[in-house]
């Protein structure tokens, strides 16, 4: 699977259960007509229990220059407090936390959930769309390396 390239993004969610975030590559786009993405997260992860009670996310995708904070929100060691203390967030309708310099932002509704393995797939109703117009990079994950994309 390593050898299976992939986006990284930031998934994050605020609410009730708490602020709470960490990076993924198991992303994609299911539907253009309701636009809806899916997610998959490891049930074992700490903050997965939050994801499902507040019941929005926030989907960052990632650029040039972040691949750092991609280390920092995929570290186990770090609290929330500790990971969102990098770069700067804002919000849109749902509340849930956005990478402000990201080249992508989705803020999303979860509107259905499939349990699969150790794995919950989550669908994610899109309610909001942000492009940052600096970008030109997007960031990947493969060979167990982060890669730039160019935009062009």
Known sequence: MSLLGAPVVLVTTDGAA????????AITSVSDDPPTV????????????AFLRN?????SILGRGHDGLAGTFASSRLSAEEKFSQGTWRDDVTGAPLLADAPVTLDCTIDALHASGSHDVLFCRV???GLHSGARHGLAWFSRRFHLLPAE
């Open 127 to 129: 309610r909001s769309i």
């Open 55 to 59: 019941g929005i996310i926030g989907i």
């Open 38 to 49: 899916l997610v998959c997260l490891n049930r074992a992860n700490r903050s997965h229990g």
């Open 18 to 25: 708490g602020c709470q975030g960490l990076t993924v590559s």
